[in-house]
């Protein structure tokens, strides 16, 4: 069971005496699709906890609405809302064992003891936690302990899982190993997921669909490969996967015989990735050709990353290792993998 979730127009203002107001958030429209990992992504402080604490009905919001379905649950009590939420910090009870805490909100909401067990230990057989029924929090690592906090949401059978970065606590290579756990355990149990995250790698591996949020609003909502191709902003370019910017097309080392150096108030965006050295690369029609001076070279194992001054820009290439350069250096980049924004405002320009 799964239910679409849709938030309408959210605005949250935190008022205290004595202080000014604070706009956390300022008009929120998103929609996750039921039985799909919708992730909301964006910089420390941009309201993601926020938004999602509203939508678990923990927070109250100043304006707009909450939609379960077609089902309007703004004014619905949390633990009517047929959801679970996964708390950054884990939120156990330091007292319980593994199985108390996981039992917990069941026999809150009045499920038989026996009934409790089986859904506990099917929950746990899920997370390969059934070991671990009778220990307490304190006796279990990072991970044990993220996994408990994921058990005890998915025992509800909610329709609908929150989580508040689920994996920032966790080191690096077991971040990695849940990432693809969480997908298998969303695809198995069919629940709608919505997972906040500030990490661009964990949203774009996790997600059918990404809200990109920045200063309370949403700035760009689409599938991984939509917000990573089609970046709406200049923002966005550079939040997922670091696109390089050149905020002033004229004066950054672009060749004038490009069709580019024409375009006045225009930032250039190119991945780094997707720059060539002249040297290894055909000319084809519409190419950029940017020439300057290498100012900085990092091996990164089999590539490497080229920082390239010219004019007022410094473009990063990222090319393989092999490849032999000199200290000046013309970098391409084909039509198709130059995205352009106007330079007052981000928002992209298609031509
Ligand atoms: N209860 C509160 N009172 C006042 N300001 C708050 C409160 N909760 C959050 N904020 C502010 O709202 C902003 C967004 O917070 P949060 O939703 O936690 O962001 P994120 O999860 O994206 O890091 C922050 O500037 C934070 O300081
Ligand atoms: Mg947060």
């Given at each position: 069971?799964?239910?679409?979730?849709?938030?309408?127009?959210?605005?949250?203002?935190?008022?205290?005496?004595?202080?000014?107001?604070?706009?956390?958030?300022?008009?929120?429209?998103?929609?996750?699709?039921?039985?799909?990992?919708?992730?909301?992504?964006?910089?420390?402080?941009?309201?993601?906890?926020?938004?999602?604490?509203?939508?678990?009905?923990?927070?109250?919001?100043?304006?707009?609405?909450?939609?379960?379905?077609?089902?309007?649950?703004?004014?619905?009590?949390?633990?009517?809302?047929q959801l679970a939420m996964?708390?950054?910090?884990?939120?156990?009870?330091?007292?319980?064992?593994?199985?108390?805490?996981?039992?917990?909100?069941?026999?809150?909401?009045?499920?038989?003891?026996?009934?409790?067990?089986?859904?506990?230990?099917?929950?746990?057989?899920?997370?390969?936690?059934?070991?671990?029924?009778?220990?307490?929090?304190?006796?279990?690592?990072?991970?044990?302990?993220?996994?408990?906090?994921?058990?005890?949401?998915?025992?509800?059978e909610p329709e609908i899982?929150?989580?508040?970065?689920?994996?920032?606590?966790?080191?690096?290579?077991?971040?990695?190993?849940?990432?693809?756990?969480?997908?298998?355990?969303?695809?198995?149990?069919?629940?709608?997921?919505?997972?906040?995250?500030?990490?661009?790698?964990?949203?774009?591996?996790?997600?059918?669909?990404?809200?990109?949020?920045?200063?309370?609003?949403?700035?760009?909502?689409?599938?991984?490969?939509?917000?990573?191709?089609?970046?709406?902003?200049?923002?966005?370019?550079?939040?997922?996967?670091?696109?390089?910017?050149?905020?002033?097309?004229?004066?950054?080392?672009?060749?004038?015989?490009?069709?580019?150096?024409?375009?006045?108030?225009?930032?250039?965006?190119?991945?780094?990735?997707?720059?060539?050295?002249?040297?290894?690369?055909?000319?084809?029609?519409?190419?950029?050709?940017?020439?300057?001076?290498?100012?900085?070279?990092?091996?990164?194992?089999?590539?490497?990353?080229?920082?390239?001054?010219?004019?007022?820009?410094?473009?990063?290439?990222?090319?393989?290792?092999?490849?032999?350069?000199?200290?000046?250096?013309?970098?391409?980049?084909?039509?198709?993998?130059?995205?352009?924004?106007?330079?007052?405002?981000?928002?992209?320009?298609?031509?």
């Open positions: 069971m799964s239910t679409a979730v849709e938030t309408r127009e959210i605005v949250k203002t935190f008022r205290e005496r004595g202080s000014a107001d604070v706009n956390v958030l300022r008009g929120v429209s998103m929609h996750a699709k039921a039985g799909s990992i919708t992730s909301i992504l964006g910089e420390s402080g941009c309201g993601k906890t926020t938004l999602l604490r509203i939508i678990a009905g923990l927070e109250t919001a100043t304006s707009g609405a909450v939609f379960a379905g077609d089902r309007d649950i703004t004014a619905v009590h949390p633990s009517r809302r996964v708390f950054q910090n884990y939120g156990l009870y330091p007292a319980k064992t593994v199985a108390g805490n996981i039992e917990f909100p069941l026999k809150m909401s009045g499920v038989p003891r026996a009934e409790r067990r089986a859904r506990a230990l099917a929950a746990a057989e899920v997370l390969h936690i059934e070991h671990l029924l009778d220990r307490l929090p304190a006796q279990l690592s990072g991970g044990q302990r993220q996994r408990v906090g994921i058990c005890r949401a998915i025992a509800r899982i929150l989580m508040d970065e689920p994996l920032s606590s966790l080191d690096a290579q077991l971040r990695i190993e849940m990432r693809s756990e969480l997908v298998a355990l969303q695809r198995r149990i069919g629940s709608t997921m919505i997972t906040v995250t500030h990490d661009q790698t964990e949203a774009m591996t996790m997600s059918d669909s990404i809200v990109v949020m920045r200063g309370g609003q949403v700035e760009q909502v689409g599938s991984p490969s939509e917000v990573f191709e089609r970046p709406q902003t200049a923002y966005v370019a550079s939040f997922l996967g670091n696109m390089n910017l050149a905020a002033d097309a004229a004066n950054s080392g672009v060749e004038a015989a490009s069709m580019f150096s024409h375009h006045a108030h225009t930032t250039l965006g190119v991945r780094p990735e997707q720059f060539m050295l002249a040297e290894y690369a055909a000319p084809e029609a519409g190419d950029l050709r940017v020439s300057g001076r290498v100012v900085r070279d990092e091996l990164l194992g089999t590539d490497r990353v080229l920082h390239v001054e010219a004019g007022a820009a410094v473009w990063r290439a990222r090319i393989p290792a092999a490849a032999s350069f000199g200290e000046r250096c013309t970098l391409v980049a084909r039509r198709a993998h130059v995205h352009e924004f106007a330079s007052e405002g981000g928002v992209r320009i298609d031509r």
